[in-house]
């Protein structure tokens, strides 16, 4: 989904590091430029970024500038736009570098590393960055809840603010770490002083002023800065990108999730707050069968709530968040939730006008389908859409994949597909999940 928001922000690139950890693989090439399964690494997290509506990019350049700057050229082989910055004969650090590319970078811009792959919901970060800096707020900082997996936590945050970052000293009760993707106002670097410095300080002191903003993410990061993790990513890489594999397409209220009473309006309604997400009977067993059968699973769903006003954007990525870390828990993968969050008019309770638009993405359209196979490689003629509604069934056939109608209340409105009726028809997803053909055999 391509957002107005991530066209119109600048991305700053910090390229500079040596990459000393890597030895030899980095004595003739700097690390964006590692070969990945036959592309260089920096490509990946390119395509990605394209991909979330970003065009606009500042590389910062240190360690063989001048091979990233003839691989990537000023971007219009890739679609984008890229200028330069140099740390020059000295290395600058991250602030520095920063600091050097000021001349080039608008009055807000995203911050990213040349050797981290990122893959996170970008609209929602630069939501919570416009949220934060109306609130006084002129920096963001994403975060994953870490438990000292990836590296030592060293993050504290609540409701949507950092409340201590410290990644020198950091504290026995953080259980977040810093995820690799910033926003920050331009003035804060206007007063700093030229020479070498690192973020994480001015981090810090933002944190401690109470001037940071935190986006979450559920998603993992790769970063190249040794030979294991670079194998690793190679290993990541030509599984998402490598043979295509079939997919299951799932929506998600009434299919994954309980349908709620809504007081306000005396009508079901989607959840509108976390608390209200409650899984439907089966439905962690249905997922562990489609996994287990070879298909990678995806969310599709329609949630118009926050343009409708009922509720904020932020709050329905939360809802989607902690369902994918409940079944993470469980061990249960689930690949991506695609969420079309758009409505078509105002009404008299929008306050997030920005939602209001005629798109592509909302079902029956097939945008989101088409979205997730333009990232990551689907065999499409394998692939399910499966969901309790018309608008489902039309979206699957539409993307041209197999589709499958789940449920007994609702099937009169099967009649609204005219002739394009599912191809499958289940009662709930447990029993499509059994009927799936075993594509690992």
């Not at 065009?55 to 971007?75: M, N, S």
């Not at 970078?105 to 970008?122: A, K, Q, T, V």
């Amino acid at each position: 989904m391509s957002e107005q928001f991530c066209s119109d922000m600048q991305v700053a690139v910090l390229m500079g590091g040596l990459g000393t950890r890597l030895g030899e693989y980095t004595r003739t090439c700097p690390k964006p430029l590692m070969d990945i399964n036959g592309k260089p690494f920096f490509t990946y997290q390119l395509e990605a970024m394209k991909q979330a509506g970003f065009r606009r990019f500042v590389f910062c350049l240190g360690y063989r500038a001048e091979q990233i700057e003839e691989t990537y050229g000023d971007g219009s082989r890739f679609g984008v736009e890229i200028r330069y910055s140099y740390d020059g004969e000295t290395l600058l650090g991250t602030g520095g570098a920063v600091k050097r590319a000021l001349p080039l970078l608008d009055e807000y811009f995203l911050l990213i590393y040349g050797d981290s792959f990122m893959d996170i919901n970008y609209f929602e970060a630069v939501v919570r960055f416009r949220e934060g800096l109306a609130e006084g707020r002129p920096a963001l900082m994403t975060v994953m809840q870490n438990g000292g997996r990836y590296d030592k936590s060293n993050v504290l945050c609540r409701d949507g603010t950092i409340l201590l970052y410290d990644k020198k000293a950091p504290l026995p009760e953080m259980d977040y770490i810093d995820y690799g993707i910033s926003a920050f106002s331009r003035s804060l670097f206007e007063n700093t002083p030229e020479g070498k410095f690192d973020l994480s300080d001015m981090q810090n002191r933002l944190s401690r002023e109470g001037k940071l903003s935190c986006c979450e993410t559920e998603r993992r990061f790769y970063e190249i800065g040794n030979p294991d993790s670079l194998a690793e990513f190679r290993q990541y890489a030509a599984a998402r990108w490598g043979t295509p594999k079939p997919a299951v397409f799932l929506d998600r209220d009434g299919v994954i999730n309980e349908i709620c009473w809504n007081d306000d309006i005396e009508q079901l309604d989607s959840p509108l707050k976390p608390e209200e997400f409650r899984l439907l009977p089966g439905v962690q067993e249905a997922l562990r069968t489609i996994t287990g059968k070879g298909y990678r699973v995806f969310i599709v769903t329609n949630q118009p709530a926050a343009a409708k006003g009922k509720t904020k954007y932020t709050t329905l990525c939360e809802i989607n968040r902690r369902f994918v870390q409940a079944m993470q828990a469980e061990g249960i993968a689930i690949d991506d939730i695609a969420m079309c969050p758009h409505y078509g008019k105002a009404g008299p309770w929008t306050r997030e006008h920005y939602l209001i638009r005629e798109c592509e993405c909302r079902k029956p359209k097939a945008g989101l389908i088409r979205d997730l196979a333009a990232r990551y490689s689907i065999d499409m003629e394998r692939s399910w859409m499966a969901g309790d509604s018309a608008s489902d069934v039309l979206c699957g056939k539409d993307a041209g994949v197999q589709t499958a109608f789940i449920g007994k209340y609702k099937c009169d409105l099967c009649m609204m597909t005219g002739c394009r009726k599912p191809d499958r028809t289940a009662e709930n997803i447990l029993t499509f999940a059994e009927g799936l053909e075993d594509v690992n055999q």
